[in-house]
């Protein structure tokens, strides 16, 4: 099966939260072989990063390779300065949140797609989201269009034979909810998944990740595992 | 002097070989303060470090900031797989060299983008070359025009101000000989950049930078002050 001509297969840029770990399953079931990248970009939450490794253990990838990007202190953003306070309001409709992290989605992008055309891969999955994520502007549908094209201008594969690699975010209209579901008919193992951004032993429950994740749980009306049987507190 | 909006200066992508030093020279002149971006990608001349950091004193730039990259081996090619020989038979027309960086621009200028978005900065400078390395995708001017394109897409001031980050290669269409000339006429120290892929403590004179250094000053008609007074005899 090779749906983009010469390319097949696919690389799945995987941080161990609940988005990508969902992009995996949807990945592994339609662009196999898959691997797997996850990018540590001076985020605080490095605890994901054992959750990414549990996940590619448990989809067996053909290759999980970590990269340790050291630009966290170049970027302005309350994700990548411990100096700067996490938001706990939630995300506001119209505002670009302090999460945002300047140029990241360009930056993981254009290393998964130098990895794509190493291996020749046709098919690059980010677990990229509008509606939680609303006011980011590497998270909207004409963003990805456009660094598809440059995919074409940019690569070897492009300029000898005319292929682009995809870019594709399957969740970006998915409420949160709604990847719950979708992560369950999959059988996602969410209690491999992390998504808090404090850097705990235990989810802080205070975050806006925590509650976007608490959020999808009770609207998709199921428990998360992560937090054992008992119903999520946050 | 504020030619772009409200962002102002820029940042050069400063390998320390002879164009990126041009480049360095250029953005002083046209786009001040100027900021420095040395990324190390896994590629054997390290060397150029030394070099970088010595422009950038020269220069007095801003802030020089190094990035190490450790995706050498996660990309395909004979500058960042020892394994794989170095060409030395000069470019071919009309062939992508096997020194060919899956990606490597993109990857680049989107560091750069994250770190001129932080810094609100206006532009970013490349010592990119069409001429000598004709068959790079990621060296041509098609290219660099979707990438600033896609710069008011991917960034905060692109959605809110419709700005975009300038991508400024204005060593695209020169030959190694006119670089050295426009390098003549602004004062690149010659004598602090470095060239040679292999790695050495002098110019192996064998691959294809040192070639195209040697034949570029040649067809200048001075010596490479990097070997002293004694012309080059590469």
């Known amino acids: 099966m090779n749906r983009g001509g010469s390319l097949r ?15 995996l399953a949807i990945a592994s079931h339609d662009r196999p072989p898959v691997h797997a990248l996850t990018v540590l970009y001076g985020q605080r939450h ?10 590619a253990r448990r989809y067996q990838v053909r290759s999980h390779v970590i990269v340790r990007l050291p630009i966290g202190p170049l970027l302005d953003s309350s994700l990548t300065r411990p100096s ?11 505002r670009i949140p302090s999460t945002y992290v300047p140029a990241r989605n360009t930056i993981l992008l254009s290393i998964a797609l130098g990895y794509a055309e190493s291996h020749r891969l046709g098919a690059i999955y980010l677990g990229a989201n509008a509606i939680d994520y609303s006011g980011y502007p590497d998270c909207r549908p004409e963003y990805f269009r456009a660094f598809e094209r440059l995919t074409r201008l940019a690569t070897r594969i492009g ?10 975010a399957p969740l970006l209209s998915l409420s949160k909810a709604d990847i719950v579901r979708r992560g ?12 808090c951004y404090a850097g705990g032993l235990r989810p802080c429950g205070r975050c806006d ?3 976007l994740r608490a959020r ?11 937090f054992g049987f008992r119903s999520s507190r946050a």
């Not at 000898?160 to 870019?167: A, D």
């Not at 999808?216 to 992560?226: N, V």
């Open 9 to 23: 297969g696919s690389v799945v840029l995987l941080s161990g939260g609940m988005d990508s770990a969902t992009c």
């Open 46 to 55: 490095a605890r994901e990063v054992r959750a990414a490794r549990a996940l």
């Open 84 to 94: 700067r306070s996490l938001p706990t309001a939630g995300p506001h409709r119209g």
């Open 159 to 168: 300029v000898e034979r005319g292929e682009r690699v995809r870019i594709l």
């Open 184 to 195: 369950d008919r999959l059988g996602v193992p969410w209690d491999l998944t992390w998504s």
């Open 209 to 211: 990740a925590c509650r």
């Open 216 to 226: 999808g749980f009770r609207a998709a009306r199921r428990p998360d595992p992560l």
